[in-house]
């Protein structure tokens, strides 16, 4: 059953609608909390609208979408990749980007670190894991994301920050703690191995205040700010 997409939400938002859902998000947020503001689909006008509400860190989950909104937005936003990263858009895609949420596998991880080397571009990452019940959804098995973590801990240009995160899109309140719970459970096996890697993004429009209540540090929020996606 979907559960997720407020389909109450009015499609294209005016600003102070993209202002005020930024504030009632903030002040839910805890203290430190990150909120990754999702503009996918969004036009460069939303961002930009959100930019003067304050917001600075953007989610975005294709590289066309991210390159040209990088580059139409002032220089101090944060650019964070949450979709399938293609691995022959990766050059293009990097210099654009400060962080890649959804690194799901250790070739792609090395790929990542080699290419931040050649073109001198640190990058953040989060390693995802698939924790929910849809096949579909991308990311490592747990163990699998730790090996990849042992193995990879110390590759150059890569920051492993922490562990990236969906629970199922189900309307089953237990299954979603239950996943955000193992997400969290995979974050601290993820610490025991590289100590500063304590970042934990989940948590999306539908489910977020559940994920800060199991650790979230970022949450990646779209719907519920900039409306629904065409
Ligand atoms: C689109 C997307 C989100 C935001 O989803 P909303 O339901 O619109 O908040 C968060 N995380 C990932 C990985 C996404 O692809």
């Given at each position: ?44 006008e ?40 293609q ?76 562990v ?34 304590r ?18 540090t ?13």
């Amino acid at each position: 059953m979907k559960r997720r997409f407020s389909t109450s939400m009015p499609q294209n938002l005016t600003s102070p609608q993209i202002a005020e859902n930024l504030r009632r998000v903030r002040a839910a947020l805890p203290s430190g909390g990150e909120l990754v503001a999702v503009s996918k689909f969004h036009p460069v006008e939303a961002v930009k609208e959100a930019y003067e509400a304050g917001q600075r860190v953007f989610g975005e989950s294709r590289v066309d979408e991210v390159v040209n909104k990088a580059a139409a937005m002032p220089e101090d936003c944060t650019w964070h990749f949450i979709g399938h990263v293609q691995t022959n858009k990766l050059r293009r895609m990097l210099p654009a980007v400060q962080v890649i949420e959804s690194v799901d596998s250790e070739r792609l991880l090395r790929l990542i670190s080699a290419e931040a080397v050649r073109a001198n571009h640190p990058v953040k990452v989060f390693l995802q894991v698939h924790v929910a019940a849809e096949e579909t959804k991308t990311g490592f098995a747990p163990d699998d994301l730790i090996e990849c973590a042992r193995a990879c801990k110390e590759l150059p240009c890569i920051e492993i920050c922490g562990v990236m995160g969906m629970a199922s899109n189900v309307d089953d309140d237990e299954r979603i703690n239950a996943d955000f719970e193992a997400i969290a459970e995979v974050g601290r096996q993820l610490r025991a191995i590289i100590p500063t890697a304590r970042e934990l993004s989940m948590g999306m429009s539908g489910d977020w205040p559940q994920a800060v209540a199991h650790g979230a540090t970022f949450v990646r929020i779209g719907t519920d700010i900039f409306g629904v996606r065409n």
